[in-house]
């Protein structure tokens, strides 16, 4: 199986809870991949408008990459 990417876009104070769980299920499936000897297939990234932009209330920042060029033009 390929690999299938899957982007979460953050914004300036995103909330945590809305990126860590859903990146943790994601995480979980490689996981259990791995486990049942095959390949991961999902490759998780978390973009923003800039690298490390997006700081979240509860202190987290600079986690994100920056966004690729084929959204987010204006």
């Known amino acids: 199986m390929s690999i299938l990417p899957v982007w979460f876009v953050v914004?300036?104070?995103?909330?945590?809870?809305?990126?860590?769980?859903?990146?943790?299920?994601?995480?979980?499936?490689?996981?259990?991949?791995?486990?049942?000897?095959?390949?991961?297939?999902?490759?998780?990234?978390?973009?923003?408008?800039?690298?490390?932009?997006?700081g979240s209330p509860g202190g987290l920042a600079g986690a994100a990459e920056a966004r690729p060029r084929l959204f987010f033009t204006s």
Do not use: K
């Open 11 to 54: 914004f300036e104070r995103f909330q945590l809870l809305d990126v860590s769980g859903p990146l943790q299920v994601f995480a979980t499936a490689n996981d259990e991949l791995r486990l049942a000897g095959r390949a991961p297939v999902y490759r998780t990234r978390v973009l923003a408008a800039q690298a490390g932009a997006g």
